[in-house]
């Protein structure tokens, strides 16, 4: 008796399945179309792979320069708006840096310097220069340049950024 039951169940999917198709219109769509349309990123100056690129999408500088490789070492990054967006055909150069005649480094002496010596590093600012007053009048003159890094406002970058410009002697 089961076996008539799963008999007739089968029959009666199949005849469904074979009687009453399910189809679905299947529809063509030209793939090109879909496609935004592309836009063109020229970049050229000093980068790495200077050219052309293609882009379906908004895109930073960034990305861009990015895609070229990146910068040389002798590109002049500071005109650039890396998150500026570009969205439309675009061309971008990268300049290279300006060569200044060299100047000779005014070295300022961090155990002796005033407060307006100290103000004359760049990258020392009246915060700063308060600070490392205060720090070599309670410590004593610093015996290397990394002591530096103990004064208060003072990190690593700051100090990589006045290390040139100052001595102890």
Do not use: C
């Amino acid at each position: 008796m089961k076996q008539a039951f799963y008999l007739t169940l089968l029959v009666t999917a199949v005849l469904n399945v074979w009687l009453f198709p399910t189809t679905d219109p299947v529809i063509h769509e030209d793939q090109a179309a879909m496609l935004p349309p592309a836009f063109t990123v020229e970049i050229m100056g000093e980068v790495v792979f200077p050219g052309t690129y293609h882009f379906y999408e908004p895109v930073t500088l960034d990305t861009v320069i990015t895609l070229a490789g990146g910068l040389t070492d002798e590109a002049d990054w500071n005109g650039l708006h890396f998150g500026e967006l570009i969205s439309g055909k675009r061309q971008v150069t990268v300049h290279r840096k300006q060569t200044q005649e060299s100047n000779p480094v005014l070295l300022v002496n961090v155990n002796t310097a005033s407060f307006q010596e100290l103000l004359l590093v760049p990258g020392i600012n009246e915060q700063i220069a308060v600070s490392l007053l205060v720090y070599r009048e309670s410590h004593g003159p610093f015996q290397h340049v990394d002591d530096l890094i103990k004064v208060k406002y003072i990190g690593p970058v700051t100090l990589e950024k006045i290390r040139p410009y100052v001595t102890l002697n």
